[in-house]
């Protein structure tokens, strides 16, 4: 492992302007990601800015401006049943912690979900809101410093179009990277139109998840619009009624521990047979946490019936390019996203008329 | 050359000063520098689980940990479970049920067999569990949920999950498992 420094910084704008400071220093939160990475080479940074101190793990519920209960009659009402005021996880906010916390059970039942789904109870003790969304591919060749990457070195070719494509994207990749974005909470994320808070050299700003992750184009090697030194302070969830009926479904490998094939985060609406609002991410699929609106669209308004269901997923995939590789390629990832994007829409469908 | 940054670690119950250059990872820093080797190195990348500890009371992993950034901590091992030899209950059922065969990963298993309990204790959800804000129950398909990120080599899953249940119900019994508490 490269030497680096070490600095535990007191305050968010001091991080922020330490890493500002140098073109190699990177933030460590968890460390889940950056650890593995320092160890493989993959990362080489000349210091490491802790935020241990820096960011919050509070997670509270959003000033939304009313009476608490989102309904402005200003009577406070419910409030522990409501669905209608928003949440705000700190950037520190460990994964195991968000995932076991009341709120986020209640009323944003997929992101309780997806983060369950994700790695191990150890990992998660450790991962962090602010580095689950920053961490990098699961991409083997990324990840093994011997054989070329251009999300690693824009010089060099990518190793995976002629090798392993099993958890490769078949939609919004380009010829230059075919990685997927690995994380599963992401994913909840997008598919509940949540933020992110972000403190910069200039300021804060704040931004759409759904918006944060880029797709590779002609440049793999930035996974976010961050710039360097931009620190992520908070994720905020918006008040949303239909959270509450939302399901995370993860398709993989092994039954636990293991990164997704295809995954899919969905809130659900249905009124008299009819689906009335709908939200849809797919992970696994993409270099970003893949926000369905094309399903979204065939759906709103349509019967609510497995057909209708299946449409729409094949609605999403109409653009899909899977790769055929000598090692398997991953075209079976189109039946699994119908099959997957089906079975979870449709048990939605199921606990609304229990 | 590099500088190396003091810290202080509370070990099994004993305080230690050490200087660590700031590579150093926290499964490194028990097992080179202060001989405790109970924790152990089996992928150094956090898959694997056998050098899971607790740090200030939760289940984590050593090799993904930076000693530097865990100044202050307290930590416990599988050693520190076990102090003058006497047995934590979830070692004693380990042994009861032949939960291990070559024994490389049980100090991670037992560790994170603590926590496990511990997290269950505080209402904590798994992905197997299908009423998010209903009680928490370690049956054995939450314990082989909540145990997923040890692997055993020697494949000693069903004994691990019966030996986890048998303290788990004795936990159970005195009602310590508690309903939907937040965390
Ligand atoms: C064996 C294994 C299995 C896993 N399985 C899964 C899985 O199934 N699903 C899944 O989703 N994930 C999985 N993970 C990944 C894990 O979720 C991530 O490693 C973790 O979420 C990263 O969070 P962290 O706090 O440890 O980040 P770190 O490793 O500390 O940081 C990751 C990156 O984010 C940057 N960063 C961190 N915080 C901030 C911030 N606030 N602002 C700006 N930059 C920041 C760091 O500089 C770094 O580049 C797995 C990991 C392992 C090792
Ligand atoms: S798919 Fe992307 S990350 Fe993987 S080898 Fe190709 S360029 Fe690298
Ligand atoms: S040695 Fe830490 S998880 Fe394998
Ligand atoms: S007992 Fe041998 S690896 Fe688990």
Redesign the interface.
């Known amino acids: 492992?490269r030497?680096?420094?070490?600095a535990?910084p007191d305050d968010a704008e001091a991080a922020v302007a330490t890493v500002g400071a140098d073109p190699g220093a990177v933030f460590?939160a968890?460390?889940?990601n950056l650890?593995?990475h320092?160890?493989?080479g993959v990362a080489t940074p000349s210091s490491?800015v802790?935020l241990?101190r820096v960011t919050s793990t509070a997670i509270t519920e959003l000033d939304d401006g009313g009476d608490g209960d989102g309904d402005g009659d200003g009577d406070g009402a419910a409030r522990s049943s409501t669905t209608r005021s928003g949440l705000r996880i700190g950037a520190g906010a460990l994964n195991?912690?968000v995932?076991?916390?009341?709120l986020v059970?209640?009323r944003y039942?997929a992101l309780?979900?997806a983060l369950?789904?994700g790695?191990?109870?150890?990992?998660r003790?450790?991962a962090t809101t602010g580095g689950n969304l920053l961490q990098r591919t699961r991409c083997v060749y990324f990840a093994d410093t011997t054989t070329p990457c251009t999300k690693r070195d824009l010089t060099q070719p990518c190793s995976a179009r002629e090798g392993w494509t099993r958890y490769h994207a078949i939609l919004g990749a380009s010829e230059h990277c075919l990685a997927t974005h690995p994380s599963d909470m992401a994913v909840a994320l997008v598919a509940l139109d949540a933020t992110v808070q972000v403190l910069g050299a200039d300021g804060t700003r704040t931004l759409p998840v759904a918006e944060l992750h880029r797709l590779p184009g002609d440049d793999p090697t930035h996974d976010t619009v961050l710039r360097h030194g931009e620190l992520i302070t908070a994720v905020d969830l918006p008040a949303s009624p239909i959270a509450a009926r939302s399901a995370y479904r993860k398709v993989r490998d092994r039954?636990?521990?293991a990164f997704a094939l295809v995954s899919v985060a969905a809130a659900l609406g249905v009124r008299e047979g009819t689906v009335a609002d709908v939200r849809i991410a797919l992970g696994g699929v993409a270099p970003k946490p893949w926000r369905a609106t094309r399903a979204e669209d065939a759906l709103r308004g349509a019967p609510a019936t497995d057909e209708s269901y299946r449409a729409a997923a094949r609605a999403e995939l109409a653009d899909a390019d899977p790769v055929e590789s000598p090692l398997g390629g991953n075209r079976f990832k189109l039946d699994l996203v119908v099959g997957a994007l089906t079975d979870t829409l449709r048990r939605l469908t199921e606990e609304q008329h229990s | 050359m590099t500088t190396t940054i003091p810290i202080g670690l509370t070990v099994d119950g004993r305080h230690h000063d050490l200087d660590v250059d700031p590579r150093t990872t926290l499964l490194d820093a028990l097992r080179e520098r202060l001989g405790n080797t109970s924790p152990k190195k089996g992928c150094d990348h956090g898959q694997c689980g056998a050098c899971t500890v607790l740090v200030d009371g939760r289940r984590v992993l050593s090799c993904l940990t930076l000693a530097v950034a865990k100044d202050a901590a307290e930590v416990t091992t599988a050693d520190g479970l076990a102090p003058d030899g006497a047995l934590h209950p979830v070692a004693e059922a380990f042994l009861a049920h032949d939960a291990y065969q070559c024994g490389f990963c049980t100090p991670g298993q037992v560790c994170s067999a603590v926590g496990v309990l511990d997290e269950a204790a505080h209402g904590a959800p798994s992905a197997v569990t299908d009423d998010l804000t209903g009680p928490t129950v370690l049956d054995r398909a939450e314990i082989a949920e909540r145990m997923s990120g040890n692997l055993c080599r020697c494949a000693a899953y069903t004994n691990i999950v019966s030996a986890v249940a048998e303290v788990a119900g004795d936990a159970a019994r005195r009602g310590s498992t508690v309903e939907g508490a937040d965390r």
């Open positions: 492992m030497p680096f420094t070490y535990r460590l968890g460390g889940t650890l593995d320092l160890k493989l490491v802790d241990g195991s912690d995932a076991a916390h009341p059970r209640r039942p309780a979900q369950l789904a790695a191990s109870g150890q990992l003790n450790m039954a636990s521990y």
